[in-house]
């Protein structure tokens, strides 16, 4: 299990003033801070809005507009089917609404005139009922006409298919020319920037993270740590390996993380104690590390350490070093005082 803490504060802050001794070094006081305990695991980014267009209507591609990689806005025109018989359709349909609404203010004014008839009791009532009986068919008519050319409105509409969101495209099913049908796969794309990251939690860790409930994704390439909004735990465990699957929700990103990319999650799980140096106060040579410490007399010491995990600017040292001693933050002149106090004391 590897443990890393997470940067909070910095645990080792400049000395009041930022002291400098009567040579100039500025230095540092080391101080031991509480900060979080964290347990490291592997993670892949996954896309949390991710869809698959498909055809609604039959018919032969006429364009695709975008291809694998392109970014397309929300309403745009992703591709278009042919759609000369479905304008027919279309056209055919509003044509019979008007024959229909036509025949319709003809039955409604025949109906008028059989009313007022039937008040001077110049016709029967069955005149009366079935010219009642004409207008309701037609009022049917003119609904059934106004209903299909809905339908047929709708699959015009079809035929020129638009991105849902705004989004990368990841897969192109057609080509231009190809015949398609209702249900078939065109293009497949995700929501830009909405992403979360899936993960498996040893069952060892997982009730440290179920009581704190942070953690933070850190990318592979440049060790940038982005805090996670929301983490979800599967209520069960992988039977093979005892793990739970876990997802981590991102933040909006708009560069720096792509689906399939993997990282690493910093789950918090406690809280420890760690001594952290800036990096530039550490010399490394060959194998040994060091760090320049001033004593109360300011006599320097080359004191070798052993430094931990790496953590931004900062590293863990592990041992050599204790609380509350002076640290030289430029190893380069302190390097050259200490040569100068060695030359004084011989």
């Not at 409604?108 to 068919?137: C, G, H, P, T, Y």
């Not at 010491?301 to 600017?313: A, C, E, H």
Request: hydrophobic share 40%.
């Amino acid at each position: 299990m590897r443990l890393v803490p997470m940067i909070i504060v910095l645990c080792l802050g400049l000395s009041a003033g930022s002291a400098h001794t009567a040579e100039g070094l500025q230095t540092i006081t080391s101080k031991r801070m509480t900060m979080p305990l964290e347990h490291w695991v592997d993670g892949v980014v996954e896309a949390r809005q991710q869809a698959t267009l498909s055809a609604e209507v039959v018919g032969k591609i006429e364009s695709v507009n975008f291809d694998v990689d392109d970014f397309v806005e929300q309403g745009q025109v992703v591709l278009t089917i042919g759609d000369r018989e479905y304008r027919a359709q279309q056209q055919k349909a509003s044509a019979a609404l008007d024959e229909a609404n036509a025949n319709l203010q003809d039955t409604q004014l025949e109906f008028r005139r059989n009313q007022d008839l039937r008040k001077q009791k110049l016709i029967s009532q069955a005149v009366l009922d079935k010219a009642s009986a004409n207008l309701k068919a037609a009022k049917a008519r003119a609904a059934s006409a106004q209903a299909n050319l809905a339908q047929a409105e709708e699959q015009l509409g079809y035929t020129v298919v638009r991105a849902p969101y705004s989004g990368v495209v990841v897969e192109r099913h057609v080509e231009p020319g190809e015949s398609v049908a209702p249900g078939q796969p065109i293009m497949t794309g995700y929501a830009l920037g909405q992403l979360r990251v899936s993960a498996n939690v040893p069952q060892s860790i997982i009730g440290g993270l179920r009581t704190h409930g942070l953690a933070r994704v850190v990318l592979l390439e440049d060790d940038r740590s982005v805090e996670v909004t929301r983490i979800t735990i599967h209520p069960f465990a992988n039977p093979r390996n005892h793990s739970f699957p876990v997802r981590l929700d991102l933040p909006e990103m708009k560069q720096g993380l792509f689906p399939g990319m993997l990282v690493k999650v910093a789950l918090k799980i406690g809280a420890t104690e760690r001594l952290l140096l800036p990096q530039q106060a550490l010399v490394s040579r060959a194998e040994v590390n060091a760090v320049y410490v001033l004593d109360a007399a300011g006599r320097l010491s080359f004191r070798q350490v052993r430094p931990g995990n790496r953590i931004g600017d900062q590293v863990e040292i592990l041992a050599g070093l204790g609380e509350g001693e002076t640290i030289a933050l430029d190893p380069v002149r302190a390097g050259i005082e200490h040569k100068r106090q060695l030359d004084t004391a011989q």
